[in-house]
């Protein structure tokens, strides 16, 4: 209750967050069953850095113990994009390096989490680095985003696949 008191406007904001990440899941669990058929985007003029920064500061109140940096975000990613699915990217990206990072083991303390977002010539990208122990060696990287391949063992293999599907689906108007 004191931090509440202390704090309210980071409270507010905190709870928001909760609130439409929430929102966010439970759309993405009605749409899990069906992954061939991802729900159609929702667009709008959206900023990437506000939805990058929206993932980074729930992960950040949920790990604490994590650090999860996100200065690296170039301003100006604005374009027509649907946020929600952008978010379960992202969502999805920093959860597969929380993973990396515990080793699918939540005793597991500590670690570093990175995102970088910018535009390179024509395209624009999201980049997040951890301090896990990476992919395996033997693993064929273009493999890693196909469905229901994973390399953990408690992952569905769903994560990446579906983060390459709605980077495709949302990102390809982005200006």
Excluded at 7 to 15: A, I, K, L, V
Excluded at 72 to 78: E, F, H, N, W
Excluded at 114 to 137: C, K, Q, T, Y
């Amino acid at each position: 209750m004191k931090q509440i008191e202390d704090d309210p406007e980071t409270f507010t904001r905190c709870t928001e967050t909760i609130i439409r990440h929430v929102g966010d899941i439970g759309r993405m669990v009605n749409e899990f069953s069906s992954f061939a058929r991802m729900p159609e985007p929702v667009m709008h003029i959206e900023d990437l850095q506000e939805q990058i920064r929206d993932v980074v500061s729930l992960h950040k109140q949920a790990h604490s113990d994590v650090k999860i940096e996100c200065d690296d975000i170039a301003p100006g990613l604005i374009g027509n994009l649907d946020a929600q699915q952008i978010r379960q990217a992202i969502n999805n990206l920093v959860q597969n390096a929380l993973d990396s990072i515990r080793g699918q083991e939540e005793q597991a303390q500590g670690g570093r989490i990175r995102l970088l977002a910018g535009r390179h010539e024509d395209n624009i990208f999201v980049a997040v680095s951890d301090s896990g122990p990476g992919f395996p060696e033997d693993q064929e990287r273009a493999s890693l985003t196909e469905p229901y391949v994973t390399h953990k063992q408690k992952g569905t293999g769903l994560g990446l696949a579906i983060v390459k599907k709605l980077w495709r689906i949302t990102m390809g108007a982005l200006f």
